[in-house]
């Protein structure tokens, strides 16, 4: 059975398809140029969080800064094109951690290119 990562959770809401491939192990990630730039933005911008913020691989998930000090899970993206998404994958990401006794726990949507910041929360609903 597939354990549920973030980047499922993330195609679940982009495109169905690419979540079954992705499932499947039927991947494009290593050679699509919208990958490589979101890591390269996410590799240059914000360069004092490796010494502030620590990075958390649990249950299929990685979290590339989560500062532990405040609780707040810091997810960087190249654009809002697809904010829906991303504001689900990072409610996963906090389920997660919840789910493992970390509580309290909030989001910060970071894109740095558009200089937008968004506070996300996981609530009931």
């Known amino acids: ?7 499922l959770i993330s ?27 979101g890591r390269l933005i996410e590799d240059s911008t914000y360069l ?10 649990l249950e299929g998930i990685k979290i590339d800064f989560y500062d532990h000090k405040n609780r707040i899970i810091h997810e960087t993206k190249k ?10 994958q990072l409610k996963y990401y906090m389920y997660i951690l919840l789910r493992n006794g970390i509580e309290g726990v ?8 558009e200089r937008k ?7 009931l609903e």
């Open 1 to 7: 059975m597939q354990q549920v990562t973030g980047t």
């Open 11 to 37: 195609y679940y809401f982009y495109c169905k398809r690419r979540m079954w491939l992705h499932a499947n192990d039927i991947r494009f990630e290593d050679t699509s140029e919208d990958v490589a730039m």
């Open 48 to 57: 004092q969080r490796d010494s502030n913020y620590e990075q958390i691989e």
């Open 79 to 88: 654009s809002p094109k697809f904010e829906q998404t991303h504001i689900w």
């Open 106 to 113: 909030t989001g910060l949507l970071e894109y740095p290119t």
């Open 117 to 123: 910041t968004h506070k996300i929360e996981l609530t």
